[in-house]
């Protein structure tokens, strides 16, 4: 699972007792998975030194693809770029549950004179 997704993993052992006449030692084993948790079509707000990083894209991005990588496009000039794990740095505003989608029928230019 951890091939599939974009994750971030951390072992630990701790020395729980030892034994030194049999020389046994035990372990406690601990194993932590952090899953990023964005779908695809959320929107992500990236730091501005990560969006740099990443060829100086908007900080606002849409999440095309999520894989080992997460897929982002730009919204403005639709550049994508993939982020790794350790780049992945972000905060979600929007899940694709929570948006709506609008069609535009008609549209009115508005012109306006500045004097």
Do not use: W
Not at 7 to 36: G, Q
Not at 54 to 66: D, T
Not at 72 to 94: G, K, M, R
């Amino acid at each position: 699972m951890i091939y599939d997704v974009v994750s971030r993993t951390n072992t630990a052992k701790e020395l729980v007792s030892h034994d030194p006449r049999s020389n046994v030692y035990n372990y406690k084993h601990v194993f932590s998975v952090e899953i990023v948790p964005v779908c695809k079509d959320d929107i992500v707000c990236l730091p501005a030194a990560v969006a740099r990083q990443l060829g100086n894209m908007s900080q606002i991005c849409v999440v095309l693809r999520v894989t080992q990588v997460v897929l982002l496009i730009d919204i403005n000039t639709c550049h994508s770029e993939c982020a790794s794990t350790q780049t992945f740095i972000y905060s979600l505003l929007a899940s694709v549950k929570s948006l709506s989608t609008y069609c535009t029928q008609l549209l009115h230019a508005v012109f306006s004179f500045i004097k």
